[in-house]
């Protein structure tokens, strides 16, 4: 039988991972899957049902009842709760903070880790996130740590807002992302930590096409 492609990225909020592995996923011509996108839509769902995040029954009975629909495509995924498509709707700096909060729940994980096996097993995958290559896919081909500084990550950061057309200043986007950091490497269940084989790949200073040529490389490697 012939065995899917899986390519694991992970690493730190603000490392260039989703734009990556995006660009990989088109020239590749196989599905990008943004598992954070799937963290920050409990933390969403919470949100607009007034359910205070730090408060985990009653997180957890959100997701019981939670309504979200995945749809991934080579070009990016969509992801849809209640019927409605929120896939840029929660790419806000509070909702990324909400999702690392609803993200440290063990049965949260649970559920959202089985619906990324699910789609790993059905498709040829490049999937990013935190415990990719640790814990959802511990057997993809290829596993890629990517990295960058925390004042590099939060100036990316501050010019996506920026291009919003978002009011923000540099040192609360860096205390932010240092904040996220620390919770996402910390917590009790599947922190973000460097897998085995992973090929770690720091992209301070480097440009999205440099990284992704990196990677490429890596995967031409890997899969011969
Ligand atoms: O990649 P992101 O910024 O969209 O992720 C939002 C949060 O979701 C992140 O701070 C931690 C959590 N997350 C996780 O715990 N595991 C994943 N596989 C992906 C995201």
Same mark, same amino acid.
């Given at each position: 039988?012939?065995?899917?492609?899986?390519?694991?990225?992970d690493?730190p909020?603000?490392?260039? *991972?989703?734009?990556?592995?995006? !660009?990989?996923?088109?020239?590749?011509? =196989?599905?990008?899957?943004? @598992?954070?996108? #799937? &963290?920050?839509?409990v933390?969403?769902?919470?949100?607009?049902?007034?359910?205070?995040?730090?408060n985990? @029954?009653a997180?957890?009975?959100?997701?019981?009842?939670?309504?979200?629909?995945?749809?991934?495509?080579?070009?990016?995924?969509?992801?849809?709760?209640?019927? !409605?498509?929120?896939?840029?709707?929660?790419? @806000?700096?509070? =909702?990324?903070?909400?999702?690392?909060?609803?993200?440290? &729940?063990?049965?949260? /994980?649970?559920?959202?880790? $089985?619906?990324?096996?699910?789609?790993?097993?059905?498709?040829?995958?490049?999937?990013? +996130?935190?415990?990719?290559?640790?814990?959802?896919?511990?057997?993809?081909?290829?596993?890629?740590?990517?990295?960058?500084?925390?004042? !590099?990550?939060?100036?990316?950061?501050?010019?996506?807002? !920026?291009?919003? +057309?978002?009011?923000?200043?540099?040192?609360?986007?860096? *205390?932010? =992302?240092?904040? /996220?950091?620390?919770q996402? #490497?910390? /917590?009790?269940?599947?922190?973000?930590?460097?897998? $085995?084989?992973?090929?770690?790949?720091?992209?301070?200073?480097?440009?999205?096409?440099?990284?992704?040529?990196?990677?490429?490389?890596?995967?031409? $490697?890997?899969?011969?």
């Open positions: 039988m012939k065995q899917n492609i899986a390519v694991a990225i690493g909020a603000g490392s260039g *991972k989703s734009t990556v592995a995006k !660009e990989i996923a088109k020239k590749l011509g =196989i599905l990008y899957i943004d @598992t954070g996108a #799937m &963290y920050r839509s933390a969403f769902a919470c949100m607009k049902q007034g359910v205070v995040l730090e985990e @029954t997180v957890l009975a959100v997701l019981e009842h939670l309504d979200m629909k995945i749809l991934p495509q080579t070009g990016g995924q969509h992801i849809f709760l209640y019927g !409605e498509d929120v896939t840029e709707k929660i790419r @806000t700096q509070e =909702i990324g903070a909400g999702a690392s909060v609803v993200a440290a &729940y063990s049965k949260v /994980r649970e559920k959202l880790v $089985e619906i990324q096996q699910q789609l790993s097993k059905a498709h040829d995958v490049i999937m990013d +996130g935190r415990d990719i290559g640790t814990k959802v896919l511990p057997d993809a081909q290829v596993k890629i740590y990517l990295d960058a500084s925390v004042s !590099e990550r939060a100036k990316r950061r501050l010019g996506e807002l !920026e291009a919003q +057309g978002k009011q923000a200043d540099l040192e609360s986007v860096e *205390k932010a =992302i240092a904040q /996220r950091d620390y996402d #490497m910390h /917590r009790e269940h599947s922190p973000l930590c460097k897998a $085995e084989d992973v090929v770690v790949l720091d992209s301070t200073g480097l440009d999205i096409a440099t990284v992704t040529e990196k990677i490429l490389e890596i995967i031409t $490697e890997k899969t011969k």
